[in-house]
């Protein structure tokens, strides 16, 4: 079973449906006590760091999902999903604080590229590290679909597994033992983010 958190927020539905659309058996859950049963654990993002960190922490699933992580379990984290892994946001001056997860903040897009934010649609890839479970037979430029302002800068650098240039480069996935984060959705990524999701359920499979 793969668990996928409702904290009240997020992108659930297409989420949920992508993940069952490639064959996983899913779950919403919204309480620490339903991850027990759990072989992978998502995190969904959309909206704000603040607001998902804080829903997270009145539901107890901050404490939660670090000891899923701790625990060896596959875990993706979308979007803000992928941003709450590290320490702090500059998002909106956000005082809540992050899984922590990874060193680093998350930082918005700088206005001297002359790019708009949002970023709103389809970028390229450049996949650094193919060895990562969710890139299994993804070629490096594809294409998938973003939406945010902000994005995390990891400290450690070796953790990065692609990167993508809107203005600037920057870490548009991390991977790192079990723990996997994307700032671009692969559910609303069509067939190539439908095998990356699919490399997901395969990896908790074998876990």
Not at 62 to 83: D, M
Not at 118 to 145: A, E, H, K, M, T
């Amino acid at each position: 079973m793969i668990a996928l958190i409702d904290y009240g927020a997020g992108n659930l539905q297409s989420v949920f449906k992508s993940l069952r659309h490639v064959g996983a058996s899913v779950e919403l859950i919204a309480r620490p006590e339903e991850l027990r049963g759990a072989s992978a654990l998502v995190l969904p993002g959309v909206g704000a760091f603040d607001d998902c960190l804080n829903a997270m922490e009145r539901q107890g699933l901050v404490t939660a999902c670090r000891e899923f992580i701790q625990s060896g379990r596959p875990f993706l984290g979308i979007c803000v999903g992928y941003q709450a892994l590290f320490e702090r946001s500059e998002e909106f001056n956000s005082r809540a604080p992050g899984l922590a997860v990874f060193q680093g903040s998350v930082v918005r897009f700088s206005a001297q590229h002359g790019i708009k934010t949002p970023q709103i649609g389809w970028n390229q890839l450049d996949i650094v590290r193919p060895d990562c479970p969710l890139f299994r037979g993804v070629p490096s430029g594809s294409y998938v679909y973003f939406v945010h302002s902000y994005f995390p800068k990891p400290v450690d650098k070796s953790i990065v597994a692609a990167l993508t240039i809107y203005g600037e480069t920057f870490a548009s996935a991390v991977w790192h033992e079990n723990v996997v984060g994307t700032q671009f959705h692969p559910e609303k990524s069509q067939e190539i983010g439908l095998h990356m999701l699919r490399n997901f359920v395969q990896w908790a499979e074998q876990t």
